[in-house]
């Protein structure tokens, strides 16, 4: 029932900017925490940004300052506004969430990911 559906994704030149989307859908009561995680070819993957049910964000290093990830509760959407991008950018980024369906325990669902491509 539930699902998560990345957009926003797509071609770009290096120093350009990108709105990833994920929409939460399903019988969902509430969710916890919300990340964007991204993976290159023959890379591992690895966190890009995280934000917490109150608001608190964490960013990866290489994003600070650039990266700015938001959620809308009522929507249960997540986003990643992605600024100045670089070549090392370019991955496939993962909306992922923990939450709870109506009568359930908290579970974690993966979205099947965009694809942000940065190149000159």
């Known amino acids: 029932q539930v699902q998560l559906v990345e957009s926003g994704g797509g071609l770009v030149q290096p120093g350009g900017s990108l709105r990833l989307s994920c929409a939460a859908s399903g019988n969902i009561f509430s969710i916890n925490i919300m990340d964007w995680y991204r993976q290159a070819p023959g890379k591992q993957r690895e966190l890009v940004a995280r934000?917490?049910?109150?608001?608190?964000?964490v960013y990866t290093d290489s994003v600070k300052g650039r990266f700015t990830i938001s959620r809308d509760n009522a929507k249960n959407t997540v986003y990643l506004q992605m600024n100045s991008l670089k070549p090392e950018d370019t991955a496939v980024y993962f909306c992922?969430?923990?939450?709870?369906?109506?009568?359930?325990?908290?579970?974690?669902?993966w979205g099947q990911g965009t694809q942000v491509t940065d190149s000159s």
């Open positions: 992922n969430a923990d939450l709870w369906e109506l009568g359930s325990p908290l579970k974690n669902y």
């Open positions: 934000i917490t049910s109150s608001g608190n964000t």
